[in-house]
C-alpha cells in the first residue's frame, strides 16, 4: 500500500478480510495505477488512521458520513474520527485517504528498522567457559551426530558452578 489511495469503497454486507475471517463491513481501498483493489477490514484501518495521526492520538471508531445536496441531488461523502479521548474530526474523502496512506508508511518504517535492529543474542555460555571448552563446543557443534543431552548440560552447569565458588 505504499501508493496514493484514490478512492475507498465501503461493503456494508460485509465478507471475508485478509485473514479469512467473516467481518460486518469491508472497505475496498483502490490505489494509483493499480487495478487490484486491497481489502481491509475495520480493525486495519483503526490501526492505519492511529498511526497516520500526527501528534500520536489513539482513533476509537470512525464512520463515513453522506450528504445529500437537495438541489443536485448528488451524494458527498465525509469520514467522521473519533478518538479515545472522545475529540473526533471530520474528514473530506482525500484526507482521510492521505491519513491511512501516512499510517501505513509508518507502520512500514517501523517494521523496516525492527528487522535492522535485530540481532541474536550473544551466547553468555561463550564468556565463561576456558578456551580448552570454547574450543570443545565447536568441535561438537561440527559433528553431524553430536546431541548435548540433559545429563551433559547438568554436568556442565555443576562444573561452572564449582569453579565460580571456588575463585
Excluded at 472497505?27 to 484501518?45: A, H, K, V
Aim: glycine share 4%; aromatic share 12%; with cysteine.
Amino acid at each position: 500500500m505504499s501508493k496514493k489511495i484514490i478512492k475507498i469503497e465501503q461493503i456494508d454486507k460485509g465478507g471475508l478480510n485478509e485473514k479469512g475471517v467473516q467481518v460486518d463491513k469491508l472497505w475496498n481501498l483502490f490505489f494509483e495505477n493499480e487495478t487490484d483493489p486491497r481489502l481491509l477490514d475495520y480493525s486495519q484501518i483503526l490501526q492505519y488512521l492511529t498511526k497516520g495521526t500526527s501528534p500520536p492520538k489513539s482513533v476509537y471508531s470512525f464512520k463515513r458520513w453522506e450528504s445529500t445536496f437537495k438541489s443536485t441531488d448528488r451524494v458527498h461523502y465525509w469520514w467522521c474520527i473519533v478518538y479515545d479521548d472522545k475529540d473526533h474530526i471530520l474528514l473530506l474523502p482525500n484526507k482521510f485517504y492521505d491519513l491511512i496512506f501516512e499510517g501505513h508508511r509508518k507502520q512500514e518504517e517501523e517494521e523496516k528498522a525492527a528487522v535492522i535492529s535485530h540481532t541474536a543474542p550473544e551466547n553468555p555460555v561463550l564468556y565463561i567457559t576456558s578456551d580448552s571448552e570454547k574450543k570443545e563446543l565447536e568441535e561438537g557443534r561440527k559433528h553431524p551426530n553430536y546431541k548435548l543431552d540433559e545429563e551433559d548440560m547438568i554436568n556442565i552447569i555443576k562444573r561452572e558452578e564449582y569453579e565460580v565458588e571456588n575463585e
